[in-house]
């Protein structure tokens, strides 16, 4: 029998230490914690959990630090601890207490699950609701949209002439990508009294 620990952060730039303490604390060794660095919505998604799943077998256990960091939604959950049942895996999660080797654990891991899901949606209500305030109050969000460079004006001529080629103007544009340099260029011809394609 062997014991596995599974360890997730939503992204590259968060911290897992915390998870891998509690790991180390109950003696899984290192090869058979895996950690995986990504949103949890969607299992198949998740590369370290399925090879997770493909590597236990019958007598052996995953240990979780929280339900949160194995399934985002209650679907979720109760269909990979049903996958670990079907090969007479156990799962443990350590901050609900749950063992799904008791009637207890099984049902402690529906509620929570559960609840797991109601407290998502509830993030994500009050998310849109910010957006929707910040656009009532004429607030933009996401990145600034970015603005041609001071010298796009001189820019265009030498790529109109041929002095100057397209991926070199597009570097000196900061980098942008030819579908930013176009839309660009079809603003400046309109601002001068031309077309898009640049007829009068």
């Not at 891998?20 to 998604?45: C, V, W």
């Not at 979780?64 to 049942?85: C, P, Y």
């Amino acid at each position: 029998m062997n014991t596995y620990g599974y360890i997730r952060v939503s992204s590259a730039d968060q911290n897992e230490d915390r998870q891998l303490d509690a790991m180390h604390a109950l003696g899984i060794s290192a090869n058979r914690i895996y950690t995986e660095k990504q949103s949890g919505k969607r299992a198949a998604n998740r590369p370290r959990l399925q090879a997770l799943m493909a590597a236990v077998k019958a007598g052996d256990s995953v240990t979780v630090e929280s339900i949160s960091r194995f399934a985002r939604n209650t679907k979720d959950l109760l269909e990979l601890v049903e996958q670990l049942a079907a090969k007479g895996v156990e799962f443990i999660s350590l901050k609900e207490n749950i063992d799904t080797t008791t009637p207890t654990g099984k049902f402690m891991l529906t509620i929570f699950g559960a609840v797991a899901e109601l407290e998502r949606g509830y993030i994500l209500q009050r998310q849109a609701e910010g957006i929707a305030a910040a656009k009532r109050r004429g607030k933009h969000l996401g990145r600034p949209a970015k603005k041609p460079p001071t010298n796009f004006k001189t820019l265009v001529k030498r790529w109109e002439r041929k002095e100057t080629p397209l991926p070199n103007v597009l570097t000196e544009c900061g980098r942008v990508s030819p579908s930013t340099f176009y839309k660009w260029l079809a603003q400046h011809r309109i601002a001068r009294g031309f077309g898009r394609d640049g007829t009068p």
